[in-house]
């Protein structure tokens, strides 16, 4: 519940993140036969909630949240910087998660910058993915990783372009428009470090979630709360202001902010020192 009533208070323009991830990990959570891991992986352009929405769904199993000892972070350009090590990071990482769901079956795994990730390592994770009971004596099935990339967002931005430019809106788009041609982009991404990966010419990745590009309206949507989280009455005039000075594409329509609620923080500090 607590989930759900966080991504619908904090969460702008995404009914699909909100309608996917909330049936994803409840079913997960709720179904004591689980089969494998749950796995969801999320794109989408910098700054539409993809960190924001892992962040919540992390405090919504741990009261901690990010900060529980049972909640793993990796960001592929810190933990992962060299093409060259690729094999000593593939066996790290399989002992780091081996060790980390021996003493936690229920712990959760997130990947971000996947995008910036080289080609290949994250295969490594493969086996503790799949339909195993037991290996070597420890079930990973309780398990959840979520996987944050930039791939696929152009893909994403195209989708929501043809419905915008038939006349129709965001709220219509469904997963099955977008899911399949979704992974096949990111699949065939060579930047990407999905590229070719077993995960997902095995369906392991659960679901494909779709961050669509944000609009104005969802710009001053961010800049309203982030102004009430500091404690400020709402100034419309401002909240307009900040909006403004987003820039936006395509050129000719100028529908999508560029960074999305990215920039707010820190525009706000321009006005609120």
């Given at each position: 519940?607590?989930l ?10 995404q ?15 709720n179904n ?22 892992s ?49 936690c ?11 910036k ?8 994770i ?37 419905f ?13 428009d ?35 590009p ?8 961010c ?33 999508y ?17």
């Open positions: 519940a607590a759900q009533e966080n991504l619908d208070k904090k969460l702008f323009g009914h699909l993140v909100s309608k996917v991830v909330v049936k994803a990990v409840r079913g997960f959570l004591t036969n689980t089969k494998k891991p749950l796995a969801l992986s999320l794109h989408g352009w910098t700054g539409t909630g993809k960190n924001f929405v962040k919540i769904v992390a405090e919504s199993i741990y009261k901690k949240g990010l900060q529980s000892k049972y909640v793993h972070q990796f960001v592929a350009t810190l933990h992962f910087p060299h093409a060259h090590s690729i094999n000593l990071y593939k066996d790290q990482l399989q002992s780091w998660i081996r060790g980390n769901v021996s003493v079956p229920r712990s959760l795994f997130i990947f971000d910058e996947m995008d990730m080289h080609a290949g390592l994250i295969d490594s493969k086996p503790f993915l799949d339909y195993y009971e037991l290996l070597d004596g420890v079930s990973y099935r309780q398990a959840i990783f979520i996987f944050l990339s930039n791939a696929g967002a152009e893909k994403i931005t195209e989708v929501a372009l043809d915008w430019r038939n006349g129709r809106t965001r709220e219509d788009i469904q997963l099955t977008i899911q399949n041609a979704l992974s096949v982009s990111v699949f065939n991404n060579k930047n990407s470090g999905f590229w070719h990966s077993t995960l997902i010419d095995r369906n392991l990745i659960d679901y494909f979630i779709p961050f669509l944000l609009e104005y309206k969802h710009v001053k949507m800049v309203r709360v982030e102004i009430e989280s500091r404690g400020y009455t709402v100034d419309e005039d401002i909240v307009s202001r900040i909006a403004d000075e987003m820039t936006y594409f395509p050129r000719e329509e100028r529908i902010s560029d960074k999305g609620c990215k920039t707010v923080d820190a525009k706000l500090d321009y006005y609120y020192d």
